[in-house]
């Protein structure tokens, strides 16, 4: 009987697991996880609400697992991957052999050079890591947060709906600087400054300290900043030590091919961990952090892994709740020359970037709730058409997007 292990037990490698028996895998399969809970969702960890503790949000009841004939190993390491054999062995000295292997290894948080996570020093990442941030964001804390991309200002939003004091400090000359319009990082700057978030751009941190009581960041120019707690969201690096040790290709994250294999056939990896060439962007290597990609993927492998052949074509999207905005990007724009604003109600609003060809090939909005959803799902369909849409209809909220579909 076939017997295909899956490495990484997160929202990719246990979506992974359960399409495999969707599609009629009838074989083994075992999921092995280094974190001692069942599989979550992480995007919970920084969007949650204000008051609430942060519970897992699980994929799946324990229960499914033993239905689908899943075995799940939690609280458990990979230590080596021998390609020559397909095999792996655990830190316990177990070896498990397998037909077909998925590394979903996700990514880690970056910390702060030279500076350990600690009990002023903090990153999230985990639900371990959101439970202890949950106890220390309260109101009268001083928090200082380093970064201001979608992780550091959730962070600074949740932090502010608690009631502490917030200063984010970017190195960069404004926040969201990679990926978001600078119409859209303005808008997300005023609404953070309204609340009251001391932000900081375009400054060079010279040294962290922890102490006792405290954190101390020292910022060139002679700023010293004192918070009850430190947090670090920098990014995330790619968890490819594995890979790289079996000699696996890597290239920003485990190297995949259109159909998520790896430079040696019969490895596969998805999610976080992994770049692929997307021929959307004409074949341009990418890699994604967002939870409906590690979803897609973790489809995609499954089928992959069954020999279905299917390529990568899903259109790269992402979205962040701060405050009562929510902002929602579909798409690549760094190509773009043209950028067309689309005005909707409440002052929300989408822009559409466009190539020299005037083909569309991104739309990134932000207003409140749902306000922009629809119109960048539609816009979505257009990047994934391959659409060169009117311009002068673009920027009219008179006219559907629907139609510009239609046509």
């Known amino acids: 009987m076939a017997h295909f292990v899956i490495v990484g037990a997160g929202e990719c490698g246990a979506r992974a697991a359960f399409s495999l028996r969707e599609k009629g895998f009838e074989g083994e399969i075992t999921l092995i996880g280094t974190e001692p809970l069942a599989p979550y969702e992480r995007p919970p960890l920084s969007k949650g609400g204000a008051n609430e503790a942060p519970e897992p949000k699980f994929i799946a009841a324990l229960e499914r697992y033993r239905e689908q004939s899943i075995e799940l190993k939690l609280d458990t390491t990979v230590t080596a991957i021998d390609p020559a054999v397909r095999a792996i062995r655990l830190a316990d000295g177990q070896t498990l052999s397998c037909d077909k292997l998925l590394l979903a290894t996700g990514a880690s948080a970056r910390g702060f050079p030279g500076v350990?996570?600690?009990?002023r020093i903090r990153v999230l990442r985990t639900h371990a890591?959101?439970?202890?941030?949950h106890a220390a964001l309260r109101a009268g804390q001083r928090i200082a947060i380093i970064g201001g991309g979608f992780i550091g200002l959730e962070l600074a939003a949740t932090a502010r709906m608690r009631g502490a004091d917030v200063i984010l400090i970017e190195g960069l000359p404004r926040v969201l600087k990679r990926g978001v319009p600078e119409e859209i990082a303005e808008a997300v700057t005023l609404r953070h400054r309204q609340e009251g978030v001391d932000l900081r751009c375009g400054r060079t941190i010279e040294s962290v300290e922890e102490r006792a009581d405290k954190a101390i960041?020292?910022?060139?120019?002679?700023?010293?900043?004192?918070?009850?707690?430190?947090?670090?969201?920098?990014?995330a690096l790619p968890n490819v030590a594995l890979a790289a040790e079996a000699g696996l290709a890597i290239d920003n994250g485990i190297a995949v091919n259109e159909r998520l294999e790896t430079s040696v056939s019969?490895?596969?990896?998805?999610?976080d961990c992994c770049s692929f060439p997307?021929?959307?962007?004409?074949?341009?290597?990418?890699?994604?952090?967002?939870?409906?990609?590690?979803q897609e993927q973790a489809n995609l492998a499954a089928a992959n892994m069954l020999g279905e052949g299917t390529e990568i074509s899903a259109v790269p999207w992402f979205w962040s709740d701060q405050y009562d905005l929510t902002l929602q990007?579909?798409?690549?724009a760094d190509d773009a020359v043209t950028h067309i604003r689309r005005d909707l109600d409440d002052g929300a609003f989408i822009l559409f970037h466009l190539d020299t060809d005037g083909r569309l090939l991104a739309a990134s909005g932000i207003g409140r709730g749902n306000t922009v959803a629809r119109d960048i799902r539609l816009a979505e369909m257009l990047i994934a058409a391959r659409a060169h849409p009117?311009?002068?209809?673009?920027a009219a909220s008179s006219v559907k997007l629907k139609s510009l579909l239609a046509a």
């Open 266 to 271: 019969g490895i596969y990896a998805a999610g």
């Open 116 to 119: 350990g996570a600690s009990g």
């Open 390 to 394: 009117d311009r002068t209809a673009l």
């Open 129 to 133: 890591d959101a439970t202890a941030l």
């Open 329 to 332: 990007i579909a798409g690549l």
């Open 217 to 235: 960041i020292r910022l060139a120019g002679g700023d010293v900043i004192s918070a009850d707690l430190l947090i670090v969201g920098i990014g």
């Open 278 to 294: 997307l021929a959307l962007y004409g074949g341009r290597r990418v890699r994604l952090e967002s939870w409906r990609n590690a």
